[in-house]
């Protein structure tokens, strides 16, 4: 119940929707009581023929209660749904903000897909706390109250009668619900589940071509079987309560008639409410199913919760300063002097004691063997590592005493790793630049070699390129994120590999733009090509980490 009460305790829970849900719920359920019992008192009263006139109010109470029974159960639903659906956008910016700090360094382990369950899955699940836990056992609980008045008023011994079978409808469904409930096996096998599909999904080329889909498909079909095994378990323990409620249901009934004609006999009940009495024990159960309901959602909605305070509970590597400096004016200086990072405390140093100086406005060229260290450069820069020992300043200030978003406002990224969005050319070119006018975005595409493809295209820039740039080339990837780094401005570009996949004459003719575009700007050039190294006013190698020429 812990993740539950931190789910309860989060601020800005809607609790005063919530609250007038569960009074609209609890009126739908006191017109239900007074619709069958006021149906059963015009059924006794009929029988004695007392006249129309008689029957007139009674009749008209009933009517009433009819009409405003189903509006008050819509509202019910609509008031709750609001507020429901307005918790879910609270956690799923709180989601945002949890995991925002700790991309790509504190979940570089995680599975997408597990993340992915999580971010959609898991917070569509906290619905059922409110909709189908705290509601249902609101408007429940109410009612139970309220039939036991409205039975106990007229003929005290009948609400015992009706007490204990509604104590039992209460209690042992509930409890077999909850024990029987698999909550965080369902949660860990659906997280699992959903990681494979993502992995079979995105490794499919590659495993129709080794032949190995046989095995991926064999796992996937077991975890979908142990997911249905847990499904038809949770089937047959519902139906279970339910038919233990409706049992509890048909006993309350028996047993409050029994004793309203016992005490009709007895000469202490009027004979008409040997209908009603029944009638409004029936309706007294009508939301009771909703409590076992309740238990087994809770199971889901803790594991659920459970999973995403798990992603709160990892450290956040790279924290802001409580009083952060800025960043001068102008294009700053880039100095690394004996920094070191490393990606694990298992793994080694991926920078070891490098000195690296990018002037204003220079040109530095970072080349090496895969492996050596170059990438790492940029990511101690945008901070998304923190160096271990070292210092790194930009404008002459620690980079750690700056806001992580000062300092990505800095640099423009070409990571060799770009992500294309599944939207349109321009949307993914003017990511960083939503304002960009048609002139700048033209300009971005000419340095970026991209403007003799935009021309081919059907719709130009309003071509979508498909999910994760399914529809463009590696090549063409690259040049559309170099036109996105270049648009977006910033004082620095980092460019990690940007020709790479490219043909020799093309990868010499973009390096010569994006150079001269680049202007004013400080420019951190990561490349394998000796060629392009030699355009820039000093070249750094690394090899291991560490600085070797």
Request: hydrophobic letters at 50%; glycine letters at 10%; a neutral charge.
């Amino acid at each position: 119940m812990k993740p539950i009460r931190r789910i309860l305790a989060e601020p800005g829970t809607p609790y005063g929707r919530l609250a007038l849900a569960g009074l609209l719920g609890l009126a739908a359920s006191a017109a239900t009581i007074g619709l069958l019992a006021g149906s059963g008192y015009v059924v006794g009263r009929a029988a004695s023929r007392p006249g129309l006139g008689a029957l007139a109010g009674i009749l008209a109470g009933v009517e009433v209660l009819a009409f405003s029974r189903g509006p008050l159960r819509y509202a019910e639903r609509l008031v709750g749904h609001d507020a429901t659906l307005r918790a879910l956008a609270r956690w799923r910016v709180w989601l945002y903000d949890c995991l925002t700090p700790r991309v790509p360094a504190a979940l570089s382990g995680w599975r997408s897909g597990d993340l992915l369950t999580r971010a959609i899955d898991d917070v569509d699940t906290l619905q059922d706390l409110y909709l189908r836990t705290l509601l249902p056992l609101v408007i429940a609980a109410g009612s139970a109250v309220l039939g036991l008045v409205v039975v106990g008023l007229e003929l005290p011994v009948a609400a015992i009668a009706l007490g204990a079978p509604l104590a039992v409808a209460c209690t042992v469904p509930t409890v077999l619900a909850w024990r029987s409930a698999s909550g965080d096996d369902a949660a860990e096998l659906g997280g699992a589940l959903t990681a494979q599909v993502v992995d079979a999904l995105h490794g499919a080329p590659d495993l129709l071509a080794f032949g190995a889909d046989g095995a991926m498909l064999e796992r996937l079909e077991k975890l979908s079987n142990e997911a249905a095994m847990i499904d038809r378990r949770q089937a047959a323990t519902s139906a279970l309560a339910t038919l233990l409620t409706q049992l509890c249901a048909g006993a309350a009934v028996l047993a409050v008639l029994a004793v309203a004609v016992s005490a009709v006999h007895a000469h202490h009940l009027d004979p008409v409410m040997v209908a009603v009495l029944p009638l409004a024990a029936l309706a007294t159960f009508e939301p009771i199913p909703g409590i076992a309901l309740a238990a087994t959602r809770a199971r889901a909605v803790g594991a659920s919760a459970r999973r995403l305070l798990a992603l709160e509970a990892v450290p956040v590597p790279v924290h802001d300063p409580a009083v952060p400096a800025h960043v001068g004016a102008g294009t700053p200086e880039i100095s690394f002097a004996q920094a070191s990072l490393r990606y694990a405390p298992d793994l080694p140093r991926a920078l070891d004691g490098v000195v690296v100086l990018v002037a204003p406005g220079a040109r530095v060229a970072v080349t090496g063997s895969s492996g050596a260290g170059k990438s790492s450069l940029v990511n101690a820069l945008l901070r998304f590592w923190p160096l271990e020992r070292g210092a790194l300043t930009l404008g002459g200030v620690a980079v750690d005493r700056l806001l992580q978003s000062d300092v990505r406002a800095t640099c423009a990224l070409v990571d060799q790793k770009a992500h294309l969005f599944a939207g349109t050319v321009r949307s993914n070119v003017t990511l960083g630049r939503p304002e960009a006018t048609e002139e700048q975005v033209a300009a971005a595409l000419d340095a970026a070699q991209l403007s003799g493809w935009i021309a081919t295209l059907p719709s130009g820039l309003e071509t979508p390129v498909g999910e994760e740039g399914v529809a463009v080339s590696g090549g063409e990837r690259r040049r559309l994120a170099v036109a996105r780094a270049l648009l977006a401005g910033g004082p620095v570009l980092l460019l990690d590999e940007p020709t790479a996949g490219l043909d020799a004459a093309l990868a010499d003719r973009l390096i010569t733009d994006v150079l001269a575009a680049a202007g004013t700007r400080s420019v951190l050039l990561i490349t394998h090509r000796a060629g392009e190294a030699t355009r820039c006013d000093a070249v750094v190698t690394l090899e291991e980490g560490r600085v070797v020429g």
